[in-house]
């Protein structure tokens, strides 16, 4: 196999539960996302995967892709329905994690699509506050300039 949408595309035609989680509760969807494998989270979403499904830790595809600044799967998924504003168990959204990981891009994506920019996760932290810890400046420059506070 060359790449995961082969791979995908072979277990698919051989019946394969595409919604199937792995032991961290990770399905082929979030795999796709994380790995910035637009091609395949497509595929995975055109025979029916679980956009807003969630991992053992809360996280959704799309938190997967703010992770890995993945931002033609993440818009592929907001296209699709994602929950732009869905939290994991410790409270974050997917800006949260775009903000930690100086995923500039796909933090401006998801402003742009709605998120809310002030979510605070379960300590009380904001995106700004996680990118401002994090020494992302352009991405912490990006969230005031939407008007985020801490």
């Known amino acids: 196999m060359k790449n995961s ?3 995908a595309e072979l277990l698919i035609s051989n019946g394969a539960n595409i919604n199937e989680k792995d032991k961290n509760g990770m399905t082929p969807l979030h795999n796709a996302a994380y790995k910035n494998s637009k091609e395949t989270a497509e595929l995975l979403i055109l025979h029916g995967a679980n956009i807003n499904e969630k991992d053992n830790d809360g996280k959704t595809a799309l938190h997967y892709a703010a992770m890995k600044n993945s931002k033609e799967t993440a818009e592929l998924l907001i296209l699709h329905g994602a929950d732009i504003n869905e939290k994991d168990d410790d409270g974050k959204t997917a ?3 775009a903000a930690m990981k100086h995923s500039k891009e796909t933090a401006e994506l998801l402003i742009s699509n709605g998120i ?3 979510e605070k996760d379960n300590d009380g932290k904001t995106a700004l506050y996680i990118a401002e810890i994090n020494n992302r400046e352009e ?6 300039s939407y008007g985020a506070h801490q």
Do not use: D, Q, S
């Open 5 to 7: 949408k082969e791979t």
């Open 116 to 118: 809310n920019i002030n």
């Open 95 to 97: 800006l949260h994690y």
């Open 139 to 144: 991405t912490a420059e990006l969230l005031i």
